[in-house]
């Protein structure tokens, strides 16, 4: 099975599904088909979203046939994303001070964590997508940043732990998270947190 479609935006053409059951002769058919159907344009596959928080991609490694018959196809790298996984079934350590302060988000719902310094000065932040009936049991690190001046103090670590405390507290079983495929600081602040590395979640191009 293969499913195509047309990007609104710039008319790029767009390979969202593709499933040839690890048979190569199979999906390299259903490639040529595709292509055949959307012309000489210029072709992404694998826009979809791979996950339930919607991360777009081929898991690569569990899809091994997929992505060689990508390339034998002629399509190249156009972005991956590294997806982490963390059980929360065993609640987290309650989080030491500083505290970062906790807003709930309606949009979609969760919260936005702050720490600030002892002088009132911004920190850090993280953006955490809670459960949803869509995600189960389920929640999502959508995003954490550290200001410049407070690099390299562990001040990632400590507020990565607030977020998992946090998710847990609200029923999530489970934490995921993303970072660029590559991110040496990334996949360490994860790892050291408890995350396991899933996969790498690749979406492809081919030019005309």
């Known amino acids: 099975m293969v499913g195509v479609g047309v990007r609104p935006a710039d008319g790029a053409r767009l ?3 593709l499933h040839g059951w690890g048979d190569f002769e199979v999906i390299a058919a259903l490639l040529a ?12 596959a694998f826009t979809g979203p791979a996950t339930a928080t919607g991360i777009p991609g081929l898991p690569v490694e569990h899809r091994p046939t997929t992505a060689r018959a990508l390339i034998r196809a002629g399509f190249t790298q156009a972005s991956a994303q590294r997806y982490f996984l963390r059980d929360l079934t065993t609640p987290p ?14 949009d979609p719902p969760g919260w936005l ?24 049991d389920m929640a999502v690190l959508w995003q954490l940043t550290v200001r410049h001046a407070y690099r390299r103090h562990g001040i990632a670590t400590h507020l990565l732990g607030q977020c998992l405390h946090q998710a847990a507290q609200h029923g ?5 998270a993303d970072s660029p495929d590559g991110d040496v ?4 602040l ?11 979640l690749t979406v492809y191009q081919r030019r005309p």
């Not at 088909?33 to 992404?44: D, H, P, V």
């Not at 702050?114 to 189960?136: N, S």
């Not at 999530?172 to 995921?176: D, E, N």
């Open 15 to 17: 390979i969202v599904q």
């Open 33 to 44: 088909a595709a292509r055949a159907q959307l012309g000489r344009r210029t072709l992404y």
């Open 93 to 106: 350590t309650p989080p030491d001070y500083p505290l970062a302060s906790i807003t709930p988000v309606i």
């Open 113 to 136: 964590l702050k720490l600030t310094d002892t002088d009132g000065r911004h920190m850090a932040t993280a953006i955490l997508r809670a459960p949803t009936p869509e995600t189960a």
């Open 172 to 176: 999530a079983q489970y934490l995921t």
């Open 185 to 188: 600081s990334a996949t360490r």
């Open 190 to 200: 994860l790892t050291g947190a408890g995350f396991l590395p899933l996969d790498t």
